[in-house]
């Protein structure tokens, strides 16, 4: 197969997963390859709710990679010199709507204190109100974190692309992924694609939803499947509720953003009526003003769904040179998936704890069978 | 302006005369009329301001499909002028323009 | 679930028609528009709470119009007026909302009437208050009576423009110009085409006789480069075009005016179709992008047929006989005619369809849009009147993607506001095409997303099965 392109790394998908990562490469003076088989954002990337949201993520590590991550969040907006409508600082807001949730909830912020860093606290209805005007007044009280934010996904994607193109990452679009070259002690060689071979000694698995085809041409099987979410966006509204919330946001401009479903439908994006009644109806039960409005948009999305939840992430021991950056909450993780891998890559090593993401945990004989030299299909 | 009942054929009689609120101002206007007619008719063209340029927009496509007549009626935002039929004692707001966010 | 054996979706002069002779043929009936009275743009209402001396004023066609209005009194044949179909299931299911309720309804046949829209080419100055789209205009004027203005243009290209100009005149309004791309006087090349519809032919000859007794300028290759005014309407430039339309590069004549009114003929309002997964063919003298079908007005889709402007732009004569040879059509499959029977009313029907287009293909060579007139549209002028994306930005945009109208959406927002592309689709697309150096019909085309148009909340959480 001719050679078409050579680079460094190669990374597999241009969702914001794969161009963070390429991104923080790029800044770390590395040749970066940007893969999809059609072109940035075309997944999960610009059909997610665009939360950044650390409060009630679970378990305690990975509360602690998504704190660590939305840190990262406005120095890397900053650098890409875009306004991709990020709201953060002011925090976010979790509802609850009984008295056994506001017990649950002050459970759930002893287990995030374990980290010193955590400054949520719980909140009586009349001071969600107060932060939250359009909140239903039938509310027990809820939670407020200052460390969840909330982004335009579409803009934050497209963003990154473009600080990726300003800083020399090349971006091979309408270029799908047909196999995995590997070499002399199943190193990575290379990524094979229709158009050619692309020459690479590091391959980062970042294809979101489509990423257990992908880890397969390496022998792994991740377990990974999708879930689906859908998505109601409304017409805009004079603004009641300026913090995003777990499952409700009001746009800077005014639209509201409702979610959301959780469906195990295999790869299915379509929407359905009986989704979106049941966003609506859990929608009109937290913001009242939401019932004297229209929906102008559906969508739905895949969520990457591990089978535990927690990310796929970091080297797979068997495959030298091969790096899985998948899991839920992308959109939260992706400047920390950024940092993560570029660190990996540069040094070898990474500061943060990423033990408990190993990509092999559901596999760990997988990249050992078949030996030496191996193509994927 | 209202066209007379007779200028064009078939003549018509409009529905009797009501009275709504504009921004707080009454405002003449007839049964079976539109909002958007009915503010058109008192030369009011401007209906709202646009979000990112404070661009003044009203009526367009007249059917309910551009979206740009949009006000508050009795409390409820983005009415289409266009479609709605005026009724007596109707409350209809234009939000007035905001000013630009930022950039 | 509501089940239907015929479910028309609009009831402008193709749905009623269709609606009606599926009735006749006596299959159960269901015609659904989302406006409050049917009968379309074409067979327009006037108001309830408005009485009319005579009948409501469609000229030629008053006769038909009312008749196909009289024959929705069929037992069989139930109309759902203010109801729009937000969405459709794979398996031809139609998702209807209401101002208060929503329901699915299952038709055994589905036909789809869904009209077309206004196009509009944006120019400076295009979103003023006071600018209007042509028909929006004459819907004003006729059903409304209402005249948004004293001082009054029309402008663009087509038919349309000499029916609104000859009503504003009638109306009382000063015509101050109509401003027109094509070159009506071509029309007489094609003067044994303009036979087949003598109606329309003399028509638009009433028209012109009267904009020229009462002085109105009609100015032919012209276009608005410009309308200006403090916070509204209040003059227009206009210019010479040369044969494909571009702007010539000459001093624009000003004209002070209150009101314009813009069209650039029709639109097919297809999104239906795409939702539904009917093949789309896209044919530029038929308006774009228009739903495929075969002899029978059938689509890809079996059991599903259109009829009228959304199968390719025609005018109301083609849209009442194609909405009678789908209406058929259904009513045949589901035997309430023999093949025999059908294959006898379609091939007259046909040949008449066949007259009309040659009348219709004439129309087109003359007013038919071409590719000059983008050269309207400057750099920072609105091109996403929703989302106020200038063509700098969609340019800028488009130089950035794969071909992809995806990705210029993304990145611009331009197609992603309340009107869902209506008014701007066609002009992106042609923006980027011309930006990556291919053609519109290369462009990769996003999908149809629902909900068509916009739901109420309170319409999705009263579902009335």
Redesign the interface.
């Known amino acids: 197969m001719k050679t078409i392109y050579s680079a460094e790394v190669a990374v597999i998908g241009a969702g914001a997963v794969g161009l963070s990562i390429a991104y923080w490469l790029a800044k770390r003076g590395r040749d970066v390859v940007v893969l999809d088989r059609e072109g940035p954002g075309a997944g999960s990337s610009t059909a997610n709710f665009g939360l950044v949201w650390v409060h009630s993520k679970e378990p305690h590590t990975y509360f602690e990679l998504s704190l660590r991550s939305s840190q990262l969040w406005p120095q890397m907006v900053e650098e890409l010199g875009e306004d991709v409508e990020l709201r953060h600082g002011q925090g976010g807001v979790q509802l609850c709507l009984t008295e056994a949730d506001m017990v649950k909830a002050q459970m759930m912020l002893e287990r995030q204190r374990r980290s010193l860093l955590f400054r949520g606290r719980l909140l009586s209805a009349s001071e969600v109100l107060e932060l939250q005007p359009g909140v239903s007044r039938h509310i027990a009280g809820g939670t407020w974190s200052p460390h969840d934010a909330d982004v335009n996904p579409v803009k934050w994607t497209f963003a990154l692309a473009r600080g990726c193109q300003q800083r020399g990452v090349k971006l091979l679009t309408r270029t799908e992924v047909t196999g995995i070259e590997l070499g002399e002690g199943s190193h990575v060689t290379g990524v094979l694609t229709p158009q050619g071979r692309i020459a690479a000694t590091r391959v980062v698995n970042a294809a979101g939803v489509w990423a257990g085809a992908i880890a397969e041409m390496v022998g792994v099987k991740l377990g990974l499947a999708p879930e689906r979410g859908q998505l109601l966006v409304t017409e805009r509204a004079p603004m009641t509720c300026p913090l995003p919330m777990a499952w409700h946001r009001q746009m800077p401009n005014g639209q509201y953003f409702l979610g959301t479903t959780f469906e195990d439908v295999g790869f299915d994006f379509s929407t359905t009526t009986a989704g979106a009644r049941e966003i609506l109806r859990r929608a009109v039960a937290a913001l009242p003003a939401v019932r004297g409005l229209s929906i102008v948009r559906q969508f739905a999305g895949l969520r990457p769904m591990p089978k535990d939840g927690l990310p796929f992430l970091g080297p797979v021991s068997h495959v030298p040179g091969f790096y899985v950056a998948v899991g839920h909450s992308g959109n939260t993780l992706s400047p920390i998936h950024g940092k993560i891998i570029s660190d990996l890559i540069v040094d070898g090593h990474t500061d943060v704890p990423i033990e408990d993401y190993d990509p092999l945990r559901y596999d760990p004989w997988g990249a050992r069978k078949g030996g030496e030299e191996r193509y994927g299909h | 302006m209202r066209i007379g009942e007779e200028k064009l054929r078939p003549s018509i009689r409009r529905g009797r005369e009501i009275w709504i609120s504009v921004d707080g101002s009454p405002l003449p206007a007839y049964e079976g009329e539109t909002i958007a007619a009915a503010l058109l008719a008192a030369g009011e063209l401007t209906l709202r301001h646009t979000d990112k340029g404070g661009q003044p927009r009203g009526v367009f496509c007249g059917v309910g499909l551009c979206h740009e007549c949009r006000v508050t009626v009795n409390g409820v935002p983005n009415v289409r002028a266009c479609l709605t039929p005026v009724a007596p004692g109707m409350v209809v707001e234009r939000p007035a323009p905001v000013r630009r966010r930022g950039s | 679930m509501r089940r239907t054996e015929i479910a028309v979706v609009g009831a402008g002069p193709a749905g009623l028609s269709a609606a009606v002779s599926a009735a006749r043929a006596g299959a159960r009936v269901t015609l659904i528009d ?2 409050t009275q049917p009968g379309g ?1 074409y067979f327009r209402q ?12 469609w000229g030629d066609d008053e006769a038909q119009g009312r008749k196909l209005l009289a024959g929705l009194q069929m037992k069989n044949l139930e109309v759902l007026c203010d109801t729009a179909v937000f ?1 459709a299931k ?1 398996d031809g299911t139609l ?1 209807l909302a209401t101002a208060d309720h ?1 329901f ?1 309804l299952q038709a055994e046949k589905l036909i789809l009437a869904t009209g077309a ?2 196009r509009v080419i944006p120019f400076p100055g295009w ?7 042509a ?3 004459q ?4 059903t ?5 203005g ?1 001082r009054i243009a029309v402008a663009g290209s087509g038919p349309l423009l000499y029916a609104v100009a000859a ?1 504003l005149i ?3 309004a000063e015509v101050v110009a109509l401003v027109e791309a094509g070159q009506p006087a071509e029309a007489a090349k094609h003067w044994p085409s303009l036979f087949a519809n003598r109606t329309l032919a003399f028509a638009g000859a009433r028209y012109l006789s009267k904009l020229w007794r009462t002085g109105v300028p009609v100015l032919s290759r012209h276009a608005i480069l410009q309308a200006e005014g403090k ?3 209040e003059r227009v430039a206009v210019g010479k075009l040369d044969a494909e339309w571009h702007p010539q590069a000459r001093p624009p004549t000003y004209f002070e005016v209150d009101a314009l009114g813009l069209n650039f003929g029709f639109l097919p309002s297809i999104e239906l179709a795409r939702l539904l997964g009917c093949q789309i063919v896209f044919r530029p003298p038929l308006g774009g992008y228009t739903v495929a079908h075969n002899a029978r007005m059938e689509t890809s889709r079996p059991g599903i047929f259109v009829a009228g402007e959304a199968a390719g732009i025609g005018g109301a004569s083609i849209a009442m006989l194609q909405g009678e040879m789908a209406g058929l059509a259904a009513a045949q499959q589901l035997e309430y005619l023999s093949e025999a029977q059908a294959e006898q009313h379609l091939r007259v029907l046909g040949r008449r369809l066949a007259r009309q287009e040659r009348f219709r293909d004439a129309m087109n060579a003359v007013f038919g849009l071409r590719p000059g007139i983008y050269d309207l549209i400057r750099d920072d002028t ?1 091109v996403c ?4 994306a200038t063509r700098a930005a969609i340019i800028r945009a488009a130089m ?3 071909p ?1 109208l ?2 210029v959406k ?2 611009t927002w331009a197609g ?5 592309g ?2 701007c689709a066609e002009t992106i697309q042609h923006l980027t095409a011309e930006a990556l150096g291919v053609s519109v019909a290369d462009l990769s085309f996003p999908r149809v ?3 068509l148009g ?5 319409a ?2 009263e ?1 009335r099965p």
């Open positions: 989302r406006y743009q006037f108001p309830l709470g408005f009485r009319a001396a005579s009948g409501p004023g969405d794979a998702e929503s699915a829209s206004e979103t003023l208050p006071g600018v209007f789209t028909g929006g205009l819907n004003l004027v006729k409304q009576r209402i005249l948004p004293r009503l009638d109306a009382g916070g509204q309407l609105i009147r929703c989302e106020e950035e993607s794969t992809s995806r990705e993304c990145r992603m506001g309340s009107c869902q209506r008014f997303r629902p909900p916009t739901v109420p909340v309170a999705l959480l579902e």
